[in-house]
């Protein structure tokens, strides 16, 4: 069974510019988290997804950020503009609807913002 | 509000030898799960083992152990007999089954683990 798929693995921008990380969760998941996580720090939720609604984007920076969840599978997270204190790696994670539903995290991305 | 403590930033251990991770957690919530991850240099977070607030029994997966004190609030990650390949970052985590918080996990700071050959 395949995991959770994210692209790129790595970008590079200067800041200003917009940025978009994609995400594919596990087949049959239909909760889907972004994460972020700085240097030497645990993730940190950014927004969830039940199927395609945001159930929780409170910790979202909603005047740079954006994100969606078209269809219920696939999702995108956008930066426009990036600032440099965004370089960070971007987790998503997925998790089946269960109780106790482990969440599986893909690769992440890591932004580099100049 | 939900808080994980790792107190270790690094942690030395000889191959073939078990260590402990240290966790304690913080939450008024009855109904939580406790969750450790492993974070190797390539990146990805892989879920190791999961204890629930309301199981009797310890968990236990393969070489990983969780020691599980409710009344102190610690959830202890043990890894019997480590190997080269265990050497990473090691992230306790919790979530909540309630209220607004309902989903997101709440992380420690990690634990580097470095063994020895």
């Known amino acids: 069974e395949a995991g959770v798929v994210q692209s790129p693995r790595y970008k590079i921008i200067e800041k200003k510019q917009p940025v978009a990380f994609w995400c594919n969760p596990i087949s049959g998941h239909n909760t889907l988290y972004w994460y972020r996580q700085n240097l030497g720090q645990g993730p940190e939720l950014l927004i969830r997804y039940e199927n395609e609604e945001a159930v929780d984007d409170s910790q979202l920076p909603k005047d740079r950020f954006s994100a969606e969840r078209l269809k219920g599978v696939d999702s995108t997270l956008k930066i426009q503009p990036a600032e440099l204190g965004d370089s960070a790696v971007y987790l998503c994670?997925?998790?089946?609807?269960?109780?106790?539903?482990?969440?599986?995290f893909g690769a992440g991305t890591r932004l580099s913002v100049l | 509000a939900q808080k994980i403590t790792q107190t270790q930033p690094g942690m030395f251990v000889q191959e073939k030898e078990a260590v402990t991770l240290d966790c304690t957690y913080d939450?008024?919530?009855?109904?939580?799960?406790l969750f450790w991850y492993k974070q190797p240099s390539s990146g990805e977070m892989i879920f190791l083992i999961y204890q629930g607030s309301y199981d009797q029994q310890n968990a236990t997966e393969g070489r990983y152990s969780l020691n599980f004190q409710k009344a102190r609030k610690s959830a202890n990650l043990v890894i019997s007999a480590s190997q080269l390949g265990d050497s990473a970052m090691y992230f306790c985590a919790m979530r909540v089954f309630g209220g607004t918080s309902y989903g997101k996990l709440t992380f420690g700071q990690g634990t580097i683990l470095t063994v020895h050959p």
């Open positions: 939450t008024s919530d009855p109904s939580y799960g």
């Open positions: 994670a997925s998790s089946p609807p269960a109780p106790g539903d482990i969440q599986y």
